[in-house]
C-alpha cells in the first residue's frame, strides 16, 4: 500500500515555488528609431544600445495609433483604438470598458506589485492615471519643463504646460507660447526624466528587499518629447552641422489633401510661426534638440539598468523598452506625430527576457502585442479579460527571430467629417483606407507605399497597383470595423 501510496504521489504535477520574474516596462515618449542599434551614425544612445543588445531588436515594430494617450491604452489594454473607439487624448479609457483590466492590473491579480514612475498612461488634456493599475499612487513627471523663465514667457503657465498639468484647458488660445527648446547647465535631475530615474532607482532597491513578491514596475521617460529641454553636455554631444534636413517636404503626391498636417502641437512653441511654418534654421535646431533630448534621456536609462545590474536583479527581471509612437523631423514638411505615415508609426522596441538569447527581427509587432507577450513570459494565464486582447503573444519570436506569426501590423488615426483611417502595414506595402466606419469600402479613398521602391512616400501609388491594393484590402476586411470615435478636440 506505501509503495501504490508513492507511486499515485509521483503522478501528481509538482507546482513550482520559485519566484515568478519581475517585470521593468520602460516607456518613452516620441521615441522614433533613430537610435545605434538602428543604423542611426549621428545618434549618441549607448545605453538604448546596450539594453538592445541584450534581447530582441524589433526593427518593424509599429504603434497602433501615433497619439500619446491612445497608444498608451493601446500598451496598457491590449485593445487597438478601432476597439475602443478612443483616439483623442482627453477620453479616458474607462469610459468605454469600466471594468478593463490594465496589464498592471493582471499582473496585480497574480500576486505582482505595481508601481509607476513617470510618465505610463496619459495624464493631460483632461485625462488622469488611472488609481485601479497601481498598488501605490503614480509619480506623474512634468512633459514641459524649463528651467530658464526666459523660455516660459518669463515663468508664465504656457499653453503646453496647462494642457499637460489640466489647466485653463479652454484658454488654451489665451495663454502664451513656450520655447520649443532649452540648454542650461544644470545636473540630469534638473529636469523630470532625471528625477525620474532616481526614483526608479529607489524602487528597484525597496523591491529587492520584498524578497517573495515580483514586481512590475513602470518606468516612463518623457524626452524626447517637446519641449526639447535638456542640459547643455548633450546638446554638445551633437555636431550640429552634420544634420540634414529632410529631403522631401511635400506631402504625398495624390495622396488625400486631410491624410496630412500643418501645425497642431509645434504651434504651440516659439520660434515656430503660429501657423507651424518652420524654417530651416528652425529646423536644423529642432532636429539637433531631438537628438539631444534622446542623449539626455538615454543617459537616465543607463543609470536604471546599472542598478538593476547592481542589485543582481538583472536574470530574474524581464525588461521592455517601448516607446510611444514615432515622430516626424520635416519629413513631407511635417512635426511631431497624428499621422499614418511611416515615421510617425514606427516604434522603438525591445524585449529582454531570462532564458531568451539576444538578436534582431523584422516580424511585424504592434503595441498591443505587449500585453499577451509579458503574460506568457511570466507564467501567467492567457488574460481573459473585459476588453478584447487584440495583441498576439510574441514568446514564439523571441525563441526564433525567423519565425512570423503574422504577415502584417495595423493602425489608425482619425480625421476630419468623422473620417477613420485604417493601415495595413506588411514587410514591402502600406494601405490606409479613409471612411466613415459603418460606410461601404467602396466609398473609401486609399493610399497605397512601396517601401521597396519609395522609402520616403513620394507618391501614393492605390491607382497604379491595384491588384495590391485589393489584396491588402482583402486582409484588413479580416478584422473589424472600426469603432467610431468622438469629436477629435486636438489633432
Known amino acids: 500500500m506505501k509503495r501504490l501510496l508513492l507511486a499515485l504521489i509521483s503522478l501528481v504535477p509538482v507546482v513550482s515555488s520559485a519566484k515568478k520574474p519581475n517585470v521593468l516596462l520602460i516607456c518613452v515618449d516620441d521615441l522614433k528609431p533613430t537610435l545605434g542599434c538602428y543604423g542611426d551614425t549621428l545618434a549618441k544612445t549607448p545605453n538604448l544600445d546596450r539594453l538592445a543588445a541584450r534581447g530582441m531588436r524589433f526593427d518593424l515594430a509599429y504603434c497602433n495609433q501615433a497619439v500619446c494617450s491612445a497608444s498608451r491604452n493601446n500598451l496598457m489594454l491590449g485593445s487597438r483604438s478601432t476597439s475602443l473607439g478612443i483616439y483623442d487624448l482627453s477620453t479616458n479609457f474607462r469610459k468605454a470598458i469600466p471594468d478593463a483590466v490594465t496589464l498592471s492590473q493582471y499582473f496585480m491579480k497574480h500576486g505582482y506589485r505595481a508601481e509607476a514612475v513617470g510618465k505610463i498612461l496619459h495624464t493631460g488634456h483632461g485625462n488622469s492615471d488611472d488609481t485601479a493599475s497601481w498598488d501605490v499612487p503614480t509619480v506623474i513627471p512634468k512633459v514641459v519643463e524649463y528651467l530658464d523663465p526666459k523660455n516660459s514667457a518669463n515663468g508664465q503657465l504656457t499653453r503646453e504646460e496647462a494642457y499637460f498639468t ?142 538593476l545590474d547592481r542589485l543582481d536583479l538583472t536574470k530574474s527581471t524581464i525588461v521592455v523598452l517601448w516607446s510611444d509612437h514615432g515622430w516626424h523631423l520635416g519629413d513631407h514638411g511635417f512635426w511631431t506625430k497624428h499621422t499614418n505615415y511611416e515615421q510617425a508609426n514606427r516604434i522603438t522596441m525591445f524585449i529582454v527576457a531570462p532564458g531568451m538569447k539576444p538578436g534582431s527581427t523584422k516580424q511585424l509587432a504592434e503595441t ?34 525567423a519565425v512570423r506569426i503574422r504577415d502584417h501590423a495595423t493602425h489608425a488615426f482619425p480625421r476630419g467629417e468623422g473620417r477613420i483611417g485604417r493601415a495595413i502595414r506588411t514587410e514591402r506595402y502600406r494601405l490606409v483606407e479613409w471612411k466613415k466606419p459603418d460606410t461601404p469600402s467602396d466609398e473609401a479613398d486609399f493610399e497605397l507605399y512601396d517601401y521597396e521602391t519609395d522609402p520616403g512616400e513620394t507618391k501614393n501609388l492605390a491607382q497604379e497597383k491595384p491588384e495590391v491594393v485589393k489584396e491588402l484590402r482583402a486582409i484588413l476586411a479580416r478584422h473589424p470595423e472600426a469603432k467610431p470615435r468622438p469629436i477629435n478636440r486636438r489633432k
Open 368 to 401: 498591443v502585442d505587449i500585453y499577451p507577450t509579458l503574460a506568457e513570459l511570466a507564467g501567467l494565464p492567457k488574460p481573459e479579460v473585459p476588453q478584447p486582447i487584440d495583441g498576439l503573444s510574441l514568446v514564439p519570436v523571441l525563441r526564433d527571430p
Open 166 to 307: 489640466n489647466q485653463k484647458l479652454g484658454e488654451i488660445g489665451k495663454l502664451p507660447r513656450g520655447h520649443a527648446w532649452e540648454a542650461v547647465d544644470t545636473p540630469d535631475d534638473g529636469y523630470s526624466d532625471g528625477r525620474t530615474a532616481t526614483e526608479v532607482i529607489k524602487r528597484l532597491q525597496a523591491a529587492k528587499e520584498r524578497k517573495d513578491t515580483p514586481f512590475f514596475i513602470g518606468a516612463g521617460f518623457v524626452k524626447p518629447h517637446l519641449p526639447f529641454s535638456a542640459p547643455q553636455k548633450y546638446w554638445d554631444l551633437h555636431d550640429p552641422a552634420k544634420f540634414q534636413l529632410a529631403t522631401v517636404r511635400t506631402q504625398p503626391e495624390g495622396a488625400p489633401p486631410y491624410a496630412g498636417k500643418r501645425g497642431g502641437e509645434i504651434s504651440n512653441f516659439k520660434p515656430v510661426k503660429p501657423n507651424g511654418e518652420v524654417n530651416d534654421q528652425v529646423a536644423r535646431k529642432l532636429i539637433h534638440g531631438y537628438y539631444a533630448a534622446t542623449s539626455y534621456m538615454d543617459a537616465q536609462l543607463g543609470r536604471v539598468i546599472d542598478e
